[in-house]
C-alpha cells in the first residue's frame, strides 16, 4: 500500500510529485497542495475554514463526473474532515 497524501490545507488527496507546494527553497513540501501553497507560503493566507469549504462544495456542484448520492455524502464529511486538517488546527 503506498502512502496517501492529503493536502491539509484544503483536503484534497495529492497524487502526483508536482502537485505538491514548495517551500521557499524550491523543495517540495509534503503537507501541501501547490493550488494551497507556493514559495513557502498560502497562496490565500486570510482564507477561512468556512471559505475553503465554499470554494470547494461550489466546484462540486459544477462537476459533472460527482453523482448525486456521492455529492451528498462529500457535502455532508467535507466540513468535518478539513476542520482535522492541519492548517485548521487551533492550539
Ligand atoms: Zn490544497
Known amino acids: ?3 496517501q497524501y492529503i493536502c491539509q490545507s484544503c ?3 495529492i497524487e502526483h510529485l508536482e502537485d505538491f507546494g514548495t517551500n521557499s ?3 517540495r513540501n509534503r ?3 501547490n493550488y494551497c501553497f507556493e514559495n513557502g507560503k498560502f497562496n490565500d493566507p486570510n482564507l477561512t475554514i468556512d471559505d475553503m469549504i465554499k470554494i ?4 462540486l456542484d459544477h462537476n459533472p ?6 455529492r451528498f455524502v462529500l457535502k455532508k464529511m467535507y466540513p468535518k ?4 486538517m492541519k492548517r485548521w488546527q487551533h492550539n
Do not use: F
Open 56 to 59: 470547494n462544495l461550489d466546484g
Open 31 to 33: 503537507e501541501y497542495c
Open 11 to 13: 483536503g484534497m488527496p
Open 81 to 84: 474532515n478539513l476542520a482535522k
Open 1 to 3: 500500500m503506498s502512502m
Open 65 to 70: 463526473n460527482i453523482g448525486y448520492l456521492k
Open 25 to 27: 527553497n524550491g523543495i
